[in-house]
């Protein structure tokens, strides 16, 4: 976002917010029933506009730079590589609620092989969006399908929605589970049955 003149700054070296972001969180305050002019919310409309920059610091991640650097290299392993119980934490794109949870990522290599970092690299990428928990799947699921060129990938994704737990239907202690399977895991009831069992090992 382009910083402005009138951006009002709190905090020397703090990134500028722009009066209008700011005069909408102010706004926001006073529907949710508060004064933003009492001492304890002053700076609190520029907190709250550089927090929701760094929740939504995946709209500067291209996720594909993560698998830029792969590997011929696999020592003669070529069976499953799974990235297990990756914590995230997202927000849902219809009430900018959190979404906590955890994913797990396997691939079963091609040619390639990727530093295991780089997987969790992707997942934060996108989760670092406003998101529904679906479409995070896939999109991690068809970037490592389309850059490490594995033969096949999956993940799925456990997490809790703040919409339903602070608000709405306010049921608490629910996860939702997603899964994405791609190339022999979709294919191929065997591997996908390995996978599943070293997901859920
Ligand atoms: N499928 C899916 N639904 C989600 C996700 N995150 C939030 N939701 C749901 O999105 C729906 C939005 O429903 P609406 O009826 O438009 O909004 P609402 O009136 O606030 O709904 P309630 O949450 O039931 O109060 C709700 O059912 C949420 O639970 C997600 O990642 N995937
Ligand atoms: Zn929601």
Redesign the pocket.
């Known amino acids: 976002m382009a910083c402005d003149l009138d951006a009002e700054t709190v905090g020397e070296g703090k990134e500028p917010v722009p009066a209008d972001v700011s005069d909408a969180i102010r706004t926001l305050i006073r529907w949710a029933g508060d004064a933003p002019e009492r001492e304890g919310l002053l700076e609190t409309p520029e907190r709250v506009a550089r927090a929701w920059r760094e929740y939504c610091r995946g709209y500067n991640d291209d996720p594909a730079y993560h698998l830029s650097r792969i590997f011929h290299e696999v020592g003669g392993y070529d069976d499953i590589v799974l990235l297990k119980d990756i914590p995230f934490q997202s927000h849902?794109?219809?009430?900018m609620?959190p979404?906590v949870g955890k994913a797990h990522i396997a691939y079963l290599p091609g040619d390639y092989v990727v530093g295991i970092s780089k997987l969790a690299r992707v997942l934060h990428a996108f989760a670092n969006r406003l998101?529904?928990?679906?479409?995070?799947t896939s999109e991690v699921a068809n970037c490592i399908q389309e850059h490490l060129k594995p033969q096949g990938v999956a993940v799925v994704i456990e997490?809790t929605?703040g919409?339903?737990t602070g608000?709405?239907?306010r049921t608490p202690n629910v996860i939702?589970k997603?899964s994405r399977m791609l190339g022999v895991f979709r294919d191929d009831e065997k591997s996908r049955e390995e996978v599943l069992k070293l997901i859920s090992a």
């Open positions: 849902c794109e219809h009430h609620a979404i998101q529904v928990q679906e479409r995070l997490a929605h919409c339903m608000r709405g239907v939702m997603t």
